[in-house]
């Protein structure tokens, strides 16, 4: 069974997916107010995703929860170069450098910029 | 029915234990032996309790009818009935602990006076009654409960994964029991000191300012998204010939759990509920009490009963896992207790049906979920889509929070949630983690002004 990991998307990285074919495999949720985009992962990348971050975790849903902010990141910057859900194996790919970010993340996530 | 009013203090009288006047105050402490307050502190030095957050919530009169650390047989009887000795209810244990070492330096007896001095400034007088010693871990067991004991409600046995057990747990063998007295007052820092309203100013905006007859009060230890606020809308809506005037929000402030989000957001957080109009300024008002979090649920509840009626709330708001971490209690615990009472802990029927017991009354709530088919945020038990329902998850909106990605408003507001961002730039990191324990700790939320100790 593969399982999933969810991609919220604020105004921000809409704009970044808008026009593509990607707008179509949105999923809409409280009245349409919070968008996401699923990607599916099949099950021995997503065991190599629970063993690289100890934290990680799968959900009654079936849904990969609890990974550093970094890796969800880095999900959605592959979508947005791509334009498709097919990203996992060059997420996969930055691993070690995503691990690296996540390390930092006990001591320090970088707020938004927002005012 | 006939209208209801403010209820009377627990135990009848506010206890005000605060010495406001300089010459009173220096001549209490004149040649006292003195005792720098410690936080009680994980094996790997985590802070996780300040006494000094008792001694205020004791001497403003929050724990009224409390108004020092507990004798012995007072202890027995709090873990054995939950009641004071002066027959009143309370949930918890509450100690002036010390370790044998600093005991033998402090050399003090029964009748002693001692100035608890606190940054390195006089702050509080204990005038000791009695010391004894505790077993810490039987404390800790015997605070929660356990599943042979208290079969109703406690589901796991606890264990040092529990915050409010390892508080207990940690404490220092040596109990010096007695009256607390403040004799320099703190000054609270921004943000804290616009929602600093103890039980006796609290009653007087109500009733003066507020003009509210029926208040509901509203437990937090967490920054509002919409769910907690349709909580607290839905269930102002009891009260008596009318809707609760008042919504109370009292958030617990103290050392918390890492991955919480830090005090001053949850405040600010609340505050741009009634700021932005979402709950109107004139039906909603943010408090705090000091209190370092023991996540005891059902027993939780009795003292959020206890500071509620103290501050002159009619009525209280009770969702489930109230207060709860992990599994160790039922996850309608304090309903349980509200709704029935629980024989184990000393509660044949609910508290506030029990002699000596409270006033206020409970408003015992169950889930808020957004429903696609009604098309409106639902409440689990008038909605009959449940296999539609899109729940407000506390940890999925952590997640969006810490990728900075804005949440919709009908998940948090966004005025809320620039109030996480504000202290997400000051602190680095918009979660508890080591470093603001270990900040808060050392700063407090309190400054002392300078004073002498006069010689005896
Ligand atoms: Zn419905």
Same mark, same amino acid.
């Given at each position: 069974m593969p399982h999933y990991i969810s991609v919220i998307l604020d105004d921000e990285r809409y704009a970044k997916i808008k026009?593509? $074919?990607?707008e179509e495999k949105i999923t809409y949720l409280f009245g349409g107010q919070l968008k996401s985009l699923v990607v599916e992962v099949p099950e021995e990348k997503s065991e190599q995703i629970l063993k690289t971050f100890d934290k990680a975790r799968i959900d009654s849903r079936g849904y990969i929860e609890d990974v550093p902010v970094a890796f969800r990141r880095a999900v959605f910057e592959e979508i947005a170069k791509a334009k498709s859900l097919d990203v996992i194996d060059k997420v996969l790919e930055r691993l070690p450098e995503i691990q690296e970010a996540a390390k930092k993340e006990d001591e320090y996530i970088p707020p938004p910029e927002i005012e | 029915m006939p209208l209801i009013k403010t209820p009377p203090p627990h135990g009848g009288k506010l206890v005000d234990r605060v010495v406001k006047k300089r010459e009173i105050a220096e001549k209490m402490i004149a040649g006292c032996p003195t005792f720098e307050l410690k936080p009680t502190t994980l094996p790997d030095g985590t802070p996780i309790r300040h006494v000094y957050r008792e001694i205020m919530s004791i001497c403003y009169g929050f724990f009224s009818p409390v108004e020092g650390s507990m004798v012995q047989n007072e202890l027995e009887r709090v873990l054995n009935e939950r009641r004071l000795l002066s027959e009143w209810i309370f949930p918890y244990p509450i100690l002036f602990d010390v370790s044998e070492e600093d005991y033998k330096a402090l050399d003090v007896k029964e009748g002693d006076r001692l100035l608890l001095m606190l940054k390195g400034q006089p702050f509080a007088t204990i005038d000791i009654e009695e010391i004894y010693r505790i077993d810490p871990t039987d404390v800790a067991t015997r605070t929660f409960g356990t599943p042979e004991k208290n079969p109703e409600v406690v589901r796991e046995p606890f264990n040092e994964k529990h915050p409010g057990y390892m508080i207990y747990k940690m404490h220092n063998p040596v109990i010096i029991a007695g009256k607390y007295t403040i004799v320099n007052e703190p000054k609270f820092k921004e943000p804290f000191d616009r929602f600093w309203f103890p039980p006796a100013k609290c009653r007087e905006v109500i009733k003066n300012e507020k003009k509210w007859r029926t208040v509901i009060a509203h437990q937090t230890r967490n920054v509002p998204h919409v769910g907690h606020e349709m909580l607290m809308k839905a269930a102002a809506f009891t009260g008596d010939i009318e809707p609760c005037h008042g919504i109370l929000v009292n958030a617990i402030i103290g050392a918390k759990r890492r991955g919480d989000y830090p005090d001053e957001a949850i405040l600010e957080g609340h505050e741009a509920v009634n700021k932005y109009g979402y709950i109107k300024p004139e039906r909603h008002m943010v408090t705090f009490t000091l209190w370092d979090m023991r996540y005891g649920n059902p027993i939780e509840s009795l003292l959020h009963g206890v500071i509620r009626q103290n501050m002159g709330c009619t009525h209280h708001m009770f969702g489930r896992d109230h207060a709860a971490v992990g599994e160790y209690y039922d996850m309608y615990a304090t309903q349980i207790l509200w709704g029935e009472g629980i024989p184990s802990f000393g509660?044949?029927? $609910?508290p506030n049906e029990v002699d000596y017991g409270l006033k206020i009354m409970p408003q015992n709530m169950a889930e808020f979920w957004y429903c696609p088919i009604c098309q409106e945020i639902a409440y689990s038990e008038s909605c009959g889509h449940t296999d539609a329902k899109q729940k407000f998850s506390g940890s999925f909106l952590r997640g969006m929070v810490a990728e900075g990605v804005f949440p919709p408003r009908v998940v948090m507001r966004p005025e809320v949630y620039k109030a996480i961002v504000k202290w997400w730039k000051v602190y680095n990191y918009p979660f508890v983690n080591r470093k603001y324990l270990d900040m808060k700790n050392k700063e407090l939320e309190i400054d002392l002004p300078a004073m002498e100790v006069p010689k005896a």
């Open positions: 026009g593509t $074919p990607l | 509660f044949e029927a $609910p």
